[in-house]
């Protein structure tokens, strides 16, 4: 499974910014989609997760509100709509999948995922 996370840049605070992320090659009829997110200095952090159905969703707390995750099966696709962006969400933001359900309280564990692709940047400025 290859990832390819694209649609980040610079934006500054208060700006909008939609994250993809595609997956190819052997792809799953079920599991969970995530992005996480690692700033300069800082470890990888959960940002939001999704089940197959996209009926359940879990987010960090401090992106609730302002962060929407959803996917498109058909597309093998994962989306993240950021909104209300602040300097704080500067990281790195990278896609990862896994064909496993896990729990919706485990979507933020990181090692429950097996593919992750290579990240995209987003910058915010104040």
């Known amino acids: 499974v290859q990832l390819q996370a694209s649609g980040g840049g610079l934006v500054q605070a208060g700006g909008s910014l939609r994250l993809s992320c595609a997956a190819s090659?052997?792809?799953?009829?079920?599991?969970?989609m995530g992005w996480f997110r690692q700033a300069p200095g800082k470890e990888r952090e959960f940002v939001a997760g999704?089940?197959?159905?996209?009926?359940?969703?879990r987010y960090l707390d401090s992106v609730k509100g302002r962060f929407t995750i959803s996917r498109d099966n058909a597309k093998n696709t994962v989306y993240l709509q950021m909104n209300s962006l602040r300097p704080e969400d500067t990281a790195v933001y990278y896609c990862?999948?896994?064909?496993?359900?896990?729990?919706?309280?485990?979507?933020?564990?990181?090692?429950?995922?097996?593919?992750w692709g290579l990240g995209t940047l987003v910058t915010v400025s104040s």
């Open positions: 090659g052997r792809t799953f009829s079920t599991g969970v």
């Open positions: 990862g999948t896994t064909p496993k359900n896990w729990v919706t309280s485990a979507y933020s564990n990181a090692g429950g995922y097996d593919y």
């Open positions: 999704i089940s197959w159905s996209g009926v359940r969703t």
